[in-house]
């Protein structure tokens, strides 16, 4: 079966950090994707960061590029989002999905339907 498990938000004041990370487990194969993406109130939910596990490309919103870095631990299955300067905009509920397999390409890596499994939230808030 596969699980993700999203931690590490929190309240931060703008200009500060956080890191996110997503534990994966109950993959049978190796090739597949990890995305975040992120939800604020009565918004649609949005893609911020994806990276393949197998040769390690990444995406990233334009939104979030230059502030957060995304990266991957193979050792402990788990993924990391690194959040810097953060914005109060930023704040949202921040989800980790997989694409398993690996399937997303160019731009569909930010389109929610793209992903097979879900973990929970976490939630991050910046305050101004």
């Known amino acids: 079966e596969v699980q993700l498990q999203a931690s590490g938000g929190g309240l931060v004041q703008a200009g500060g950090s956080l890191r996110l990370s997503c534990a994966a487990s109950?993959?049978?194969?190796?090739?597949?994707?990890i995305g975040w993406f992120r939800q604020a109130p009565g918004k649609e939910r949005e893609g911020v960061s994806c990276?393949?596990?197998?040769?390690?490309?990444?995406y990233y919103a334009d939104s979030v590029k230059g502030r957060f870095t995304i990266s991957i631990d193979n050792a402990k299955n788990t993924v990391y989002l690194q959040m810097n300067s953060l914005k109060p905009e930023d704040t949202a509920v921040y989800y980790c999905?997989?694409?398993?397999?690996?399937?997303?390409?160019?731009?569909?890596?930010?389109?929610?339907?793209?992903?097979?499994?879900w973990g929970q939230g976490t939630q991050v808030t910046v305050s101004s």
């Open positions: 999905a997989a694409n398993a397999p690996y399937t997303v390409y160019g731009s569909s890596w930010f389109f929610p339907d793209e992903y097979d499994y």
């Open positions: 109950g993959f049978t194969f190796g090739y597949y994707a």
């Open positions: 990276i393949s596990v197998s040769d390690v490309n990444t």
